[in-house]
């Protein structure tokens, strides 16, 4: 138990070590990323003059989640094609340290809930009248459709991935496909709040930014390893769960920008 105990202890210092790196580094200042960023802002502003708001909003969700989806097809026949050589080792690893009773096991049973549909759903809903309610002047209907498309598109596509990835699975109760849809659910649902208290509040200074969206990646990363322990995933499913969740919060938040005030564009980028 004592090196599932350190693996734990060593992912929650990784982490928070990334969200430290990524407040010293500002790496959004590098000309690469703001050469990259910038066009992409040029297309939305494009599409917002074409299409309104609502219209762009679509067609930059449509193509950035066909693009997540594209991305993580071949990334989970990779998986698959190297399954005994990458998931199972660790596999044979987690059940030699596994124990089925005892606190440890209890507190991953609870925290790996977080992932679940039902609780997701019912997160999504809580937030959504909340930020109907704090989006009247502006639109109260925006933050409740951008909530509603984020469930959706991950319910959908995940399940796509899983039939066209095919990955076996083993002889265990509830045990899971790819990619992880917990944490996938997880990144997606929890980063598309943090996103829309930043175009709700645009003043937050930089350094809560960066603590809220390390917060999502603790969240993300506990549940991934609560997946794993529990063998309720092959790890590799927890690493495209990751993946595929990013990449998705990623397009939410391409459509989400296009409701952003011109005037809030500096604070929240």
């Not at 070590?17 to 802002?41: E, F, S």
């Not at 969700?61 to 190297?82: D, H, K, T, Y």
């Not at 603590?211 to 322990?229: D, M, N, P, S």
């Not at 769960?241 to 998705?248: A, D, E, Q």
Request: proline share 5%; charged share 15%; with cysteine.
């Amino acid at each position: 138990m004592t090196a599932a105990y350190t693996c734990f202890a060593i992912g929650l210092l990784v982490v928070i070590a990334g969200g430290v790196l990524v407040y010293l580094t500002t790496p959004t200042k590098t000309g690469w990323l703001q050469n990259l960023l910038g066009r992409l802002a040029r297309i939305r502003d494009v599409s917002i003059e074409q299409l309104g708001r609502a219209g762009a909003a679509v067609a930059v969700l449509l193509a950035l989640s066909a693009a997540a989806v594209i991305i993580c097809w071949p990334v989970g026949r990779f998986f698959r094609r190297f399954q005994p050589q990458i998931d199972g080792p660790i596999l044979r690893w987690t059940l030699r340290r596994v124990k089925v009773v005892g606190r440890w096991h209890h507190l991953n049973v609870v925290l790996t809930q977080m992932g679940d549909r039902r609780q997701i759903q019912f997160c999504a809903v809580v937030a959504a009248v909340i930020f109907a309610a704090l989006w009247v002047r502006r639109g109260w209907w925006i933050p409740p459709a951008i909530l509603v498309t984020a469930i959706v598109f991950e319910k959908f596509a995940q399940s796509a991935l899983a039939k066209v990835v095919a990955r076996p699975p083993i002889p265990l109760p509830a045990f899971g496909t790819y990619p992880s849809g917990g944490c996938a659910r997880l990144v997606v649902l929890w980063g598309t709040v943090m996103y829309l208290i930043l175009l709700t509040w645009p003043a937050i200074s930089r350094p809560w930014r960066v603590a809220g969206f390390t917060v999502v990646a603790l969240l993300a990363f506990i549940e991934g390893y609560t997946r794993i322990y529990l063998i309720k995933h092959w790890s590799m499913d927890v690493v495209g769960g990751w993946l595929f969740g990013t990449l998705l919060l990623l397009a939410l938040i391409g459509a989400a920008s296009c409701f952003k005030p011109r005037s809030s564009a500096a604070a929240t980028t």
